[in-house]
């Protein structure tokens, strides 16, 4: 059986996601769609708009036939590391070919890759983030301009594609739709980041959500939706009674900023007062959505330098566990969890799983989904 992968957040899954499917198909001719996909907390530091569980289903409905959890701590650090572990589970699933939106899919993201490990150990300036100075060194010893989220984490696999010697076939496939920033919802192809913003915001009327969405994503989210501004009275209760070096423990919290975190908590008025608070050129927003979130799951540097990588299954259709089963690839995942796993390699997971249910009242189950 050919088999396809694609990393992704569904966050929510909207028409976009229905097209690279269904392309990362055609164009692969594969039998089997893989998809490795974040749990409850995502790349960019938040929680997901509405459960794993629900996301999962979503992707079996709309032609994904495995969906593969990758662990919180890979998908809470930075593009680096979330790129890893998905290179990493698509080595382990024995994938041909991985495919991922690309705004400029005619890149060499091979030799972009091997530019961002030659650049990687630069020193950095104190007044930008890292991945800014990092991609505009690229940008001059290549001419390219490298801007787009897509296209920086696609850079981010072929990277790790090089670095870990895998043996399938990168498909960058052309986004379509909106810019991945975008705010607006219209048309038939919309950003995630505008269908989150409109559903939370109730910016758009539900005509306009229901033609960017499937219908079975649609009825979802109208019945139910976690932000990350929910979480803020536990975020600040957990800075109230951490001190400054309990908090510099924490993973993505360096530099002093601590201290900042500790000034500035008692006069934020929300979650998002807070983050324009901290924001600088060196910290980014989703910089400080990340740390935000090592806060509220008391994530450590050293649970981050002692990541496991055993990815758990939440999902499959017949097809999928056809595949399992003619590749005996089941061993490999954690279809039911034991205790070990819980005291081990899905810890910080568990742990991320059960802050999420705190605000988000949805039934989750205890063992994938089949469909």
């Known amino acids: 059986m050919t088999t396809c992968g694609i990393i992704a957040e569904f966050n929510p899954f909207h028409n976009g996601h229905a097209y690279l499917i269904e392309q990362a198909r055609r164009l692969t001719k594969a039998d089997t769609i893989i998809v490795f996909m974040s749990g409850n907390f995502l790349q960019r530091g938040e929680p997901s708009i509405v459960n794993k569980w629900t996301r999962t289903k979503w992707a079996l409905e709309n032609g994904v036939d495995l969906v593969i959890e990758i662990p919180t701590e890979f998908v809470i650090s930075s593009a680096n590391d979330f790129a890893k572990a998905g290179i990493m589970m698509a080595n382990l699933m024995q994938i041909d070919y991985l495919a991922f939106g690309s705004e400029h899919p005619q890149f060499d993201f091979v030799e972009l890759g091997r530019y961002l490990k030659e650049n990687r150990d630069l020193p950095v300036r104190s ?11 690229i940008e001059d010893q290549t001419g390219q301009k490298i801007s787009d989220a897509n296209d920086i984490l696609g850079i981010n696999y072929a990277h790790w594609w090089d670095e870990l010697h895998s043996q399938f076939k990168l498909v960058p496939i052309q986004r379509i739709g909106n810019d991945f920033h975008s705010t607006e919802v219209k048309g038939r192809v919309a950003s995630a980041t505008a269908i989150r913003k409109s559903v939370l915001e109730n910016q758009s009327n539900s005509h306009d959500i229901k033609q960017v969405v499937p219908s079975d994503v649609f009825r979802t989210l109208n019945n139910s939706q976690t932000s990350f501004e929910q979480y803020w009275p536990l975020i600040r209760y957990r800075v109230l009674v951490s001190s400054e070096s309990e908090l510099a423990s924490l993973f993505n919290i360096d530099e002093g900023i601590e201290f900042r975190i500790k000034k500035v908590i008692k006069s934020s008025h929300g979650l998002t007062d807070f983050i324009e608070q901290l924001k600088s050129k060196r910290y980014t927003y989703t910089k400080l959505q990340r740390i935000c979130t090592s806060i509220l799951l008391n994530f450590t540097k050293a649970e981050h330098d002692n990541m496991k990588l055993k990815p758990r299954l939440l999902g499959s259709s017949v097809l999928g566990r056809k595949y399992l089963k003619e590749t005996g690839l089941s061993e490999k995942l954690a279809v ?36």
């Open 336 to 371: 039911r969890l034991s205790n070990d796993d819980y005291r081990s390699n899905y810890l910080v997971t568990q742990r991320a799983d059960d802050v999420y249910q705190l605000k988000n009242s949805d039934s989750v189950p205890n063992k994938p989904i089949f469909i």
């Open 127 to 137: 007044n930008e983030s890292y991945a800014t100075q990092l991609f505009r060194n």
